[in-house]
């Protein structure tokens, strides 16, 4: 399949329908992903980065379809990740002397990857790379996400090629933002930057500021994954510009792992707590054990607060549990509160524990939490009412 995206671009990617997993097994993909190829022609050919590797002899089918490859006079890589930079061994194999346009650090990188040395030609913020009518600008963007990263700005046409940033995992034939359901493509949007790109938030913003400060018009933003924007391009743009200022809507995020009930009864009872004092509040509730841990990552990333609660097990926490708590001291949250809880029988660890590793990520707890001991009863349950009560009034 190719697609013309208009008189001069062709998307000539691979829709990945069945893919579920990302990232091996760390991001999970319910609607599948794309990975986004384009064909530029002007009085030279340009191909802008390929595809993943177990895609690569269907690309290099399709895109012998669409153009002879002697004909490509420049390969831009603008980020070297396997999942775009996959099929350069085949097609290298075919036009090895053909330039490939990229950061001295995406040469790293591809080295790395695929131990070839290739005809690189390096490039930074402001290179322009003349061919014909147009030119390609190109944009460092270190960090967004890996220390290869650049954008690449097509004149004339006035599309920026974005690679990861703006993307989204979502497959879709439709593929562009005014044709696609607009819940779904956000999303999407949202999980891919709040478990992708929270980390590099300050950069982002100070990208976008370096981005925006060029005053170069933009009628497209074509990523690397999902959907193009082409309607109304800088809408996400202003989206990411309020997603890299410490995002929260009016929402918290309850996530706990239970062995026997108990600590899913205390974080019932909390809900009900934060409800009877914070009426507009919207609560999410998980049970991390069996809960799709990106899932979980986007709603904390849109919650005011996390309260996190487990068992204690082993003088520990919950194997689920520690694993939530380790992914989010990676993700480098800003501005929330925390909140802990759990049930134990014997010594009851659990709690301090969760304080602990809720303040090494970050979070500025609301206080020590509550533990109970056994199954709550209805004096139990009431502490915890109280203590979402607290909660609810903190968060006010
Ligand atoms: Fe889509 Fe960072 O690769």
Redesign the pocket.
């Known amino acids: 399949m190719s697609f013309k995206i208009n008189d001069s671009v062709t998307w000539v990617g691979k829709i990945d329908w069945a893919l579920r997993k990302f990232h091996g097994d760390e991001y999970s993909t319910h609607k599948g992903s794309s ?1 986004n190829s384009y064909l530029i022609r002007d009085e030279k050919t340009v191909l802008m980065d390929t595809v993943w590797r177990p895609f690569s002899k269907e690309f290099m089918q399709n895109l012998k379809k669409e153009i002879d490859l002697n004909k490509i006079d420049y390969i831009i890589v603008n ?1 070297a ?4 930079s996959g099929a350069l061994p085949d097609l290298m194999k075919e036009i090895p002397n053909t330039p490939i346009y990229c950061t001295k650090n995406a040469v790293k990188s591809i080295k790395g990857h695929y131990h070839q040395d290739w005809n690189f030609v390096e490039v930074k913020t402001g290179d322009k790379l003349n061919i014909g009518k147009k030119d390609l600008i190109f944009v460092e963007a270190r960090m967004l ?2 220390p290869d ?1 650049m954008f690449s700005y097509l004149t004339g046409d006035n599309i920026l090629f974005s ?2 940033a703006f ?1 989204q995992h979502y497959a879709s034939e439709l593929m562009f933002n005014d044709l696609v359901d607009k819940a779904e493509l956000y999303q999407e949007a949202t999980k891919y930057y709040a478990n ?1 790109l929270t980390p590099f938030s300050k950069l982002v913003e100070n990208k976008i500021n370096e981005v925006l400060s060029f005053n170069l018009p933009v009628d497209m933003i074509c990523p ?2 999902g959907i193009i924007w082409r309607d109304n391009p800088l809408q996400i743009v202003n989206k990411y510009m309020e997603w890299a200022k410490d995002y929260q809507e009016n929402q918290v995020t309850i996530v706990y792992d239970t062995m026997w009930d108990a600590t899913r009864k205390m974080a019932e009872a909390i809900s009900e707590g934060i409800v009877a004092e914070n009426k507009s509040i919207a609560i999410k509730q998980f049970n991390s054990s069996h809960s799709d841990k990106n899932d979980i990552v986007t709603e904390v990333f849109k919650s005011k607060a996390v309260i996190v609660g487990s068992s204690t097990i082993n003088k520990g926490i919950l194997y689920s549990t520690a694993g939530f708590l380790e992914q989010i001291k990676g993700l480098g949250f800003k501005n929330k509160k925390g909140g802990v809880f759990g049930s134990y029988g014997w010594s009851g660890e659990s709690t301090k524990i969760i304080c602990e590793d809720l303040t090494k990520a970050g979070f500025d707890l609301i206080d020590e939490g509550i533990k109970v001991l056994w199954e709550p009863d209805e004096a139990g349950l009431d502490i915890c009412r109280e203590y979402g009560r607290k909660i609810g009034k903190a968060l006010l």
Do not use: A, L, V
């Open positions: 990975y980020h990740e396997p999942d775009h996400h890996w990263t690679n990861d993307g992708i690397s994954h």
